[in-house]
């Protein structure tokens, strides 16, 4: 299964501020930054407790279309009251959540909040990450990302500034495979041997 992120930050990592509220991301609202065509390439969202809140706030899970999404949290919410939405909640640990959802068959999942893709991240199960950067140094805030416990490599696959000094960047995360392994020992025999003994 892929996994794939999509956010837009201030230029100091943040998704946004202390309080939820991320008003600094407004001025790339108007301008085209390739979110239709990216929710269209996926079959599955899956956010974080703390995103689904303002979320459904917001009362913004339009965004989403027909997408199923997912809400991670460790406590039982109660879901029924929300309309028009193909909602469902899981927990547990980043792999068992790809898990459920391969045997599912779900094949492209959108992950959403810092804590979660930070989870993911860590846990070696993100493929790709696209991240909008809007000009503009909030000081504090969420961050997108957090500690790791050793280097994730990432490839660079593009680059495009957009109107209004925004930056978006794609970069593959070949660096680690889901073992927490890099690629290269993953795919070398011997490495694979020594792992096994
Ligand atoms: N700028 C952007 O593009 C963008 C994108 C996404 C979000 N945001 C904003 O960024 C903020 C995100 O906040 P955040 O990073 O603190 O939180 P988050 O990732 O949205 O939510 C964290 C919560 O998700 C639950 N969770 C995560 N992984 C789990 C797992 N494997 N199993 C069970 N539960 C799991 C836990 O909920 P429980 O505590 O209930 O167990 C955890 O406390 C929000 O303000 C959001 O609106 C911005």
Known sequence: MRVSVFCGMSVDGFLARPDDTFDFLKAGESVPHGFTRFLNSVDVVVIGRR????????????????????????????LSSIQGVNLGQM????????????????????????????????????????????????????????PLSHDIQLRHVRTQSCKGGMVQSEYQVDGVGRSGISKKKRLDPKARQNKRK
């Open 51 to 78: 995103t689904f809140e303002v979320v459904r706030s917001l009362g913004h899970f339009g965004l989403y279309g027909k997408k199923q999404v997912v809400v991670l949290s460790g406590t039982p919410l109660d």
């Open 91 to 146: 927990s547990g640990t980043p792999q068992e959540i790809v898990a459920q959802l391969e045997k599912r068959g779900f094949k492209h999942a959108y992950i959403d909040g810092g804590i979660t893709i930070q989870a993911f991240l860590r846990a070696g199960l993100v493929n790709r990450i696209t991240i909008t950067r809007v000009p503009v140094l909030i000081g504090q805030g969420i961050p997108l990302f957090g």
